[in-house]
């Protein structure tokens, strides 16, 4: 029996770009993909819950996690520890579901490392002054902090597979839905999607 494997696609772009808008109306309108659940020790936002927006922990338990070898890779960004879980990627592509990771840059170059197959996506805003307005109002606290990456993680743009301009947010779900058609058309053939 031909054993069924899902997709990796991996999201990423400086923080507050629109990453998981696009990643979350996508989930909505998709049944056969899901999202990656990270771990954090950075605190909880209001509107998040935890284990839909991440698992929430401290640095000692994180700390284990990474020495019993539970990430499939981890980063320190903006003074906190992030870490993508293993075995959740592993149990959903085993099923045959396309699963979505939305991690920094240099996590998300760990992972084509590792798993050259992943379709890494880039989201780029259309320029600084425009992310530092949607930081402020999705409320950050942390503005300065986050716009320190900015000019690290553009310069690292032309290594993804794929670059999505998030303007206008509609035209930019339009484009990353047609990469992920694309993506799926290469892997499971013309009829699939
Ligand atoms: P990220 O996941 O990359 O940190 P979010 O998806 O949380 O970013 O988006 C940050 C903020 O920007 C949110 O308030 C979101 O509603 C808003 N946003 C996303 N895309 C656009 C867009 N194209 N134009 C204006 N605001 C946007
Ligand atoms: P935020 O605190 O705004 O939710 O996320 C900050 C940054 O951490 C974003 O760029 C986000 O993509 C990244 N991030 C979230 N989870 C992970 C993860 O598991 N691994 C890595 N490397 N980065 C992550």
């Known amino acids: ?110 992972i084509k490392k590792a798993y050259p197959w992943a379709c890494l996506i880039f989201v780029e805003p259309p320029s600084k002054e425009e992310l530092k307005k949607r930081l402020t109002l999705r409320g950050e606290k942390n503005i300065e902090l986050r716009l320190k990456r900015y000019d690290e993680e553009i310069e690292k743009k032309h290594i993804f597979d794929y670059n999505v301009i998030n303007d206008n947010l509609e035209r930019a779900y339009k484009d990353f839905v047609k990469i992920i058609k694309n993506v799926r058309e290469l892997r499971y053939g013309k009829n699939h999607c």
């Open 1 to 110: 029996m031909e054993i069924k494997k899902g997709l990796l696609f991996v999201v990423s772009g400086p923080s507050g770009v629109g990453k998981s808008t696009l990643i979350e109306k996508f989930l909505k309108e998709d049944k056969n993909s899901t999202f990656s659940v990270s771990y954090t020790t950075r605190e909880k936002r209001e509107h998040e819950k935890e284990g839909k927006d991440y698992y929430f922990v401290d640095r000692d338990t994180f700390l284990e996690m990474i020495k019993n070898g539970e990430f499939l890779e981890w980063e320190t960004v903006h003074d906190n520890l992030y870490g993508t879980p293993k075995k959740e990627i592993f149990n959903a592509l085993k099923k045959g579901m396309d699963i979505f990771l939305d991690i920094d840059v240099n996590g998300a170059l760990k």
